[in-house]
């Protein structure tokens, strides 16, 4: 089945340690999004890319990356993880104007 | 500023009678309306969604949702609630600033509860 794929499910890091996180889809859509949701909150659009073309948004920190090697995959790169980015990060894809479908997420904790 | 509203932070109801899940919006121009369910510990799912036609749109595991122009309302409807449909209800509105994708502004949720 097409779908939105996100590894790993749980990741543990220590404070300050860089962390990668990976999404991956099989829908063939040009957008991806990256989210950051926190304790049943809203989810808040870190960036997204428009096949090559990235988007940050204008509040998310320097501390978060991206990249997109190609259709199918994309990744977050927190740099220096602090105890406040211990959250569920979400991935989704779209095609252009479309409906976005999401991943399963990835909790990452932060120690 | 474009937005959406989610009235109620939790809603609760007796398995087998119908439930609402309240929404309302404000956006310039057309709004492209979604409804997306959160079990815990998972990503959202897509349930249904209004970009333009019939004002009442069914969607996945018997919910539907009504567009309301004139209120400014996209309320979540199932007529007969099950104990698993108890999750989070995300309500959201396409951005129309968002340029040639589907950026989403999100209502904050409303958490369903179903009792047996």
């Known amino acids: 089945d097409a779908m939105v794929i996100q590894n790993p499910r749980y990741q543990v890091t220590q404070f300050g340690k860089p962390v990668t996180l990976s999404c991956s889809q099989t829908l063939n859509h040009n957008v991806m999004y990256w989210y950051q949701q926190k304790s049943s909150q809203a989810p808040k659009l870190l960036f997204h890319?428009?096949?090559?073309?990235?988007?940050n948004e204008a509040d998310t920190p320097d501390n978060f990356q991206s990249r997109r090697p190609n259709t199918s995959f994309c990744f977050l790169d927190i740099r220096s993880p602090g105890l406040g980015d211990a959250a569920m990060y979400l991935c989704?894809?779209?095609?252009?104007?479309?409906?976005?479908?999401f991943g399963p997420g990835t909790r990452l904790t932060v120690l | 500023a474009q937005s959406v509203a989610q009235p109620e932070d939790q809603v609760n109801v007796a398995e087998g009678n119908p439930l609402t899940v309240k929404c309302t919006y404000s956006?310039?121009?057309?709004?492209?309306l979604f409804w997306y369910v959160q079990y815990p510990n998972r990503g959202l799912q897509f349930l249904l969604k209004y970009i333009t036609g019939d004002n009442l749109v069914k969607g996945s595991y018997g919910f539907e949702a009504e567009f309301n122009k004139s209120q400014t309302s996209f309320h979540l409807k199932k007529p007969s609630a099950l104990v698993s449909d108890s999750a989070l209800y995300f309500c959201a509105v396409r951005d129309p600033h968002g340029g040639a994708t589907n950026k989403l502004i999100f209502g904050t949720g409303t958490l369903l509860a179903v009792q047996p």
């Open positions: 890319y428009y096949d090559k073309d990235f988007n």
């Open positions: 956006v310039s121009g057309n709004p492209y």
């Open positions: 989704a894809t779209s095609r252009a104007e479309d409906t976005q479908y």
